[in-house]
């Protein structure tokens, strides 16, 4: 049995024990486990034409499995969470390599021992090499700020050529901010590794779903008690009741059709835009993607090579690299990241988490925090970044509270 979907406007909203919003991971994880473990019907609302959220590909005019919304490799080291996923999609080995395009020369990202060689030169890389390892060990991943803090002339160095060559303009690009402005959890995203191991991630799983994400997601909202919506935004279906006419009044209830709705309504959205930003846009950067096809088998050294000192883009991925696709052409996709100004241009792809926005977020969050049925979750809702892992988990849990509860 395929994907059910409806037609909002022919729905009866009194047929559903439950209302997703969104059908990214955190929606459709949750609607499967509600629909097949507490036997509820559910219903998904999303607004774009199709499911599967940010992870959402499908195959360009060139005959080439492309991600729309910035490439997606799945790793992890949560065993459930790749059980869960095994389920609904065989996956294809993959492990993710990244190189930094630096002035034409190609360096591992991570900073790792070979870059040190590329960059320095294999007889000074063996002295440097020698201070990392007495520094901090054999194996160590180091982040650029620990780095940059030691004292000692020859680890500085290493710090200064990987924060100007590797970090700064790259970090400037994505951020529209110095690294300086930017949050430690995303510098720390960024270490010096002291290994020759130059994967990109070394979670113990991890793969591609064998015939892309999309169909992995049909296969997880195939069941008979979930309905999708496409083309709908919750804002322009919720009815918001406030406890008064105050700005920070609080929701008293949310109606569907004209009637309050008592199921879990779990909510995947960005927690401003279902309140009309009435207390100003949470900030976000976002992103623009550009595509090329060309007539031969690969045209990158492998799946990703960021620009870390020249162009207006920050990476290209080629995806034949990571989906294992096999024919004469290739397409490669080039980012290059935005403000974000207008919601219904642009998708918010990554919060720009810092204090004065976190509490920002939080004056949303109290308009609903009491209410019981209403479960905000994901990267939008949450405003947070997360691996696609980490929304399997942490959705799969909000599962288990529902039904718990019920
Ligand atoms: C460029 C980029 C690359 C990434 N690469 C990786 C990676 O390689 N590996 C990894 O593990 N993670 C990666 N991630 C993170 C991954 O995208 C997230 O973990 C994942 O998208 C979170 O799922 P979600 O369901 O919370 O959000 P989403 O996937 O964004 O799903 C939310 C859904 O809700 C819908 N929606 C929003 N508002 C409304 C509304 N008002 N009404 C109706 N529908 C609404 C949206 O249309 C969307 O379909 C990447 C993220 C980005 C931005």
């Not at 036997?39 to 195959?59: A, W």
């Not at 700005?247 to 008293?252: F, N, P, R």
């Not at 870390?308 to 920050?314: G, I, L, N, P, S």
């Not at 970044?385 to 929304?391: G, K």
Request: hydrophobic fraction near 35%; charge should be negative; charged fraction near 25%.
């Amino acid at each position: 049995m395929p994907v059910q979907y409806r037609d909002y406007r022919h729905i009866a909203i009194g047929d559903y024990q439950a209302v997703v919003v969104g059908s990214g991971f955190a929606g459709s994880v949750v609607a499967r486990q509600l629909a097949e473990q507490g036997g509820m019907r559910v219903l998904i609302i999303e607004k774009r034409p199709h499911i599967g959220g940010n992870m959402y590909d499908e195959v360009d005019e060139a005959g080439i499995l492309v991600h729309r919304y910035g490439p997606h490799i799945f790793h992890t080291n949560n065993r459930e969470v790749f059980e869960y996923l095994l389920r609904f999609s065989e996956f294809i080995p993959y492990q993710h390599r990244v190189l930094a395009n630096w002035y034409g020369t190609y360096l591992p990202v991570p900073f790792n021992k070979t870059s040190l060689e590329i960059a320095f030169g294999m007889k000074r890389a063996l002295t440097l090499n020698d201070k990392l390892v007495d520094a901090f060990g054999e194996g160590r991943k180091v982040t650029i700020n620990e780095l940059r803090s030691q004292n000692d002339s020859e680890l500085s160095e290493i710090a200064d050529f990987v924060y100007r060559n590797v970090f700064l303009y790259y970090t400037q690009k994505q951020w529209g901010l110095t690294p300086d402005e930017v949050d430690p959890s995303v510098t720390a995203r960024v270490p010096v590794s002291i290994s020759r191991d130059d994967r990109y991630f070394q979670d113990a799983y991890q793969g591609m779903p064998k015939d892309g994400y999309t169909a992995l997601f049909e296969n997880l909202l195939d069941h008979e008690n979930i309905d999708v919506c496409l083309n709908i935004e919750a804002e322009s279906v919720f009815d918001l009741e406030f406890e008064s006419m105050a700005e920070d009044a609080k929701i008293s209830s949310i109606k569907l059709h004209d009637m309050p709705f008592e199921g879990p309504l779990v909510y995947t959205g960005p927690l401003d835009e279902l309140f009309l930003s009435r207390f100003g846009r949470l900030p976000y950067r976002s992103l623009d993607f550009v595509y090329e096809t060309f007539d031969a088998e690969r045209v990158l050294p492998c799946g990703t090579v960021n620009y870390t000192v020249t162009e207006d883009f920050t990476r290209i991925t080629e995806f034949k690299h990571m989906t294992g696709q096999k024919c004469a052409n290739t397409t490669i996709m080039k980012e290059y990241p935005r403000e974000y100004n207008d919601p219904k241009t642009q998708i918010p792809y990554y919060a720009i988490i810092n204090d004065e926005n976190n509490a920002h977020y939080e004056r949303y969050r109290a308009l609903t925090s009491h209410l019981p049925n209403f479960y905000p979750i994901g990267r939008l809702a949450e405003y947070r970044y997360y691996n696609m892992d980490t929304i399997i988990e942490l959705a799969l849990a909000t599962a288990r509270a529902i039904l718990d509860r019920q």
